[in-house]
């Protein structure tokens, strides 16, 4: 499995940007992908994943709201919509993916597959 993510950039405050994630691969069944962010000086954070398949989409309590996560499944790409950015979303996002869900997605030590990361800052 390969992960290219795309899309991130410098927006102030109040903006959006939208994060794809170009996913290749033998076989898509029972298969999830996510999004973390790695802050400057900071740990790697969840902040969404769901099924490939699935309908539910779980998202860290603080881009609740203000983040959208999407797949297309033709193009084979994950989206990450970003609204209403703070500046404290100035991070590194990562795109993950992994065979199996586990309930634990928020842990990144359950993500086999990550991409290269897109940064995103955004200025106050």
């Known amino acids: 499995v390969q992960l290219q993510a ?4 410098l927006v102030e405050a109040g903006g959006s940007l ?3 994630c170009a996913v290749s691969g033998s076989s898509f069944n029972n298969f999830a992908v ?3 962010r790695q802050a400057l000086g900071k740990e790697c954070e969840f ?4 099924r490939w398949t699935g309908s539910s989409t779980y998202y860290e309590d603080s881009v609740k709201g203000r983040f959208t996560m999407s797949r297309d499944i ?3 790409t994950t989206i990450l919509q ?6 404290e979303d100035t991070a590194v996002y990562y795109c993950t993916a992994r065979y199996g869900w586990s309930v634990s997605y ?8 990550w991409g290269q990361g897109t940064l995103v800052t955004v200025s106050s």
């Open 6 to 9: 795309s899309g991130g950039g």
């Open 47 to 50: 902040v969404s994943a769901c």
């Open 82 to 87: 970003l609204n209403s950015l703070k500046p």
């Open 34 to 36: 996510g999004w973390f």
């Open 18 to 20: 939208t994060l794809s």
């Open 74 to 76: 033709a193009k084979k």
């Open 106 to 113: 928020y842990d990144t030590s359950t993500w086999a597959y």
